[in-house]
């Protein structure tokens, strides 16, 4: 009984704070998905992909989170070198993204292999699964809020089981991403999202160096 | 209407008469002293009293002179470039009097003490949206409700005509461009064009991610002369040297090697978000194909890189024209015209072009008109 509790909390938890995390992954996952070709099933296979890998960052945080126990994961120093740690590394997958793009297309290109990593759809998989991975493992305040009430919890199990109820809650946001592929696709929205998804990748780096330096932020 | 399109002469027409450009200039006459002497920021000071009538005379006299010679671009561009250079005066210059200093403490940004900008306005629209609140830090009350107002009744009216008539930064990398005889830097890479909308999605995303207006924190080349963050630590002196480089990359090295305006072409997010509205505005610069000889003077002309062989060859410009009237002007068969939405090309473009430079004049005295009004207020505020 307590474990369904405990699982209804994280599933309102979740979905009550759908909005926090989209406005957290949203500059990943908006360009990214702009970047992809058009239509609906390339962008469910996408955000599938992002989504898994971004349980996999969920689980991989609750078994640290409950490990630790003593929220020792949550204290503002390690936090803050975890986060800029966890930004370096999205900004590379973001200029890798970015820049890792087919050059040689015709100006009336409309084709999306403009900006698609490599050729293959496995590579394309793959940066969407290390996004999603990257973007699970971000402490956005509402992942800290779950990290610290499955802490609290008695098993490891039962953290994990609390954090995959909390992803579900979350993940029911992202699904009008998929619409984003009715947009039609030519060279403009392509180099856009791309020129996007470098900007995003620079404001994430300078963000993650300033953290592993032990910097704040803002400069206020 | 399609005969009378085809008698338009190919050479410029003459002048107009005296008397007629000053009976056509007349509405703005009374206009302009109406909108400087009692708009809300106005005084009765002897200060204030003579740097507006400068100002109404100096308004009124290139209006006419758009009158008299058919000419849109070369008079605007000297009242766009008097508001630019007079804009960081009069804004600097209010700031040291109010403050002491052009960098704002976060303790002011809180208390809602921030003048409003336009910039802004398209990355306060997704948080508002979640969450009904708005980002930038200041009082709804105190400006933005009444700034945003009056924008959007201008936008959908002018729609990127904003640009050209109202914006009080793109004066400085206009007057930039203006001073070189040649172009330095001619081969332009096209697909810069798309960056002012990478920018825009980016910035509006980061906004809603940050919860702030992350291109006025992060990237605003004009904080440099304007208001800036006061850095009290070295993300904060970070800030401050972002703004400084776009400033001088962006305004100031870039114009004077391509002669455009580089900052407005490659970069603005707030012109991106404009663009949109061109396609609700009512008015709109045509290219006529019949009378078109494709020469791509006016593609040169552009100072916003809004026109491209492939959109002379459809007779549109790009969705980023700023109507400012460059390419009207040089073209030397008058294929280029001013066109209202839903009439035929080339019918009565001079009609077309009077209905929206007295729109356009309209919102340049109220915002410009303005400016250079505070801005010789403070010059005279100095030696007076």
């Known amino acids: 009984m307590a474990v369904f509790a405990s699982c209804g909390e994280a599933l309102v938890l979740g979905m009550a704070s759908g909005p926090a995390c989209i406005a957290a992954c949203g500059p990943v996952l908006v360009p990214s998905l702009l970047a992809e070709r058009a239509g609906w099933r390339p962008h469910v296979r996408y955000l599938s992909a992002f989504l898994a890998a971004r349980l996999l960052g969920y689980m991989l945080f609750a078994v640290v989170a409950w490990e630790l126990g003593t929220l020792a994961s949550m204290l503002p120093a390690p936090r803050l070198l975890m986060m800029g740690a966890v930004y370096v590394l999205l900004a590379c997958v973001l200029l890798w993204y970015a820049v890792s793009t087919r050059r040689s297309c015709a100006p009336s290109c409309t084709d999306s292999k403009l900006v698609q990593i490599g050729e293959s759809r496995r590579r394309g998989l793959a940066g969407a699964a290390a996004l999603g991975l990257l973007t699970g493992l971000n402490l956005c305040p509402p992942f800290v809020v779950a990290g610290i009430r499955a802490a609290q919890l008695g098993s490891m199990a039962a953290a994990l089981l609390f954090f995959a109820a909390f992803f579900l809650g979350t993940s029911l946001w992202f699904v009008p991403f998929i619409s984003l592929g009715c947009i039609a696709r030519n060279q403009a929205v392509l180099t856009v999202a791309r020129m996007a998804i470098a900007l995003i990748a620079l404001y994430y780096l300078s963000m993650g160096i300033a953290m592993l330096l032990g910097k704040k932020s803002y400069g206020y | ?384």
């Open chain 2, 1 to 384: 209407m399609a005969t009378e399109a085809r008698i338009l002469p190919l050479a410029r027409p003459a002048p107009r008469g005296i008397l007629r450009s000053l009976l056509l200039t007349l509405p703005i006459l009374i206009w302009s002293p109406l909108m400087l002497l009692f708009s809300p920021g106005s005084s009765t000071k002897p200060v204030w009293l003579i740097s507006s009538a400068i100002t109404a005379l100096f308004m009124t006299a290139l209006f006419f002179m758009m009158m008299r010679t058919h000419s849109t671009y070369r008079w605007r561009r000297i009242f766009f470039v008097s508001m630019g250079i007079l804009f960081p005066i009069g804004f600097i210059h209010n700031l040291y009097v109010m403050r002491g200093s052009m960098g704002i403490p976060i303790e002011e940004m809180i208390a809602g003490r921030t003048p409003f900008c336009f910039m802004p306005i398209p990355l306060l629209i997704l948080p508002a949206a979640f969450t009904r609140t708005l980002v930038f830090p200041g009082s709804i009350a105190g400006g933005i409700a009444a700034m945003v107002g009056i924008w959007l009744a201008l936008t959908l009216v002018m729609g990127k005509g904003w640009c050209s008539y109202a914006c009080f930064f793109g004066g400085i990398e206009e007057g930039v461009a203006a001073i070189p005889t040649r172009a330095r830097m001619r081969k332009l890479d096209p697909r810069w064009r798309y960056l002012p909308w990478a920018v825009l999605l980016a910035m509006v995303l980061l906004s809603l991610a940050l919860f702030e207006p992350a291109y006025c924190m992060w990237l605003c080349p004009f904080k440099a002369v304007s208001e800036y963050v006061a850095a009290r630590n070295t993300i904060g002196l970070v800030q401050n040297v972002i703004f400084v480089l776009l400033f001088a990359g962006l305004v100031i090295v870039l114009p004077f090697l391509t002669k455009k305006r580089t900052q407005c072409a490659w970069f603005c997010p707030f012109g991106a978000f404009q663009s949109i509205f061109n396609k609700i505005s009512i008015f709109e610069v045509k290219i006529d194909l019949s009378r078109c000889k494709p020469c791509l003077l006016c593609q040169n002309a552009c100072p916003n890189l809004s026109l491209s062989k492939e959109s002379v060859a459809r007779g549109e410009t790009l969705m980023s024209c700023m109507k400012c009237g460059a390419c009207v002007d040089v073209c030397p068969r008058q294929a280029i015209v001013w066109h209202i939405k839903g009439t035929q090309i080339a019918w009565k473009p001079e009609r077309a072009r009077l209905m929206f430079l007295y729109a356009a004049w309209a919102m340049a005295i109220m915002f410009g008109g303005t400016i250079i009004a505070q801005g010789l207020a403070a010059i005279l505020h100095v030696f007076v």
